[in-house]
Each structure stands twice: as C-alpha cells, then as structure tokens.
C-alpha cells in the first residue's frame, strides 16, 4: 500500500507544477496583451497628433503659395525694377568667344 500513495503523491506535484507553469504563462500572455494594446493607444494618438500638424503645415504652405502666386501675377515694368534699384544696360552686346583648342588640354598621347 505505501507505492500507491506515493504515485499519488507525484501525479499531485507533476499536476501542481504544470498549474504553477500555465499560470505563469497566463501572467505573461496578460501583461503581453496590455502592453501591446497601450503601444496601439499611443500610436493611434501619435498619428492623430501628426495628421492634425500636416494639416496646419498644408494650410501654411498653401496661403504662402497664394501670397507667391498673387506676387508674380504682378507686372514688372522698367519703371518697377528702376524703384528697386535695377539699371538699365548698354546697348552694345558682348560674346563669348570658345577658347582655342591649341591652349587647352589633352588627354590624348598624355599631351598638353
């Protein structure tokens, strides 16, 4: 009769050991759970937070879009640029005039 109570004796520790284990792993799947469902929180307000500023930075960029648009529809004249500072130039036109060959440099034959 003593080998039949100890059989029972170790089905009861492997039974209690196995309860302290899933117990164990409930806690960490439960903790799991929550941290992950605060990081959604957060990240759902994080991209409301920058929605909401893309929205006033579109709104920024567009009036000062409108203020250029509205600055180059503006004629400019002579009489404009002169109140600005702006000169007139001389008639005369100059050129450039190409460089000749003969003084520029050659890869060719490792020559000069």
Known sequence: MNISKVKVATITNIEKNLFYMFFVAAILLLGSYLYLVNMSVLNIVAREKAQTEIGSLTT???????????LADQKITADYARTLGFQNVSTEQGYVVPVDKAVSLSLLNNEI
């Open 60 to 70: 920024l960029v567009a009036s000062q879009e409108a203020d250029y648009l509205a």
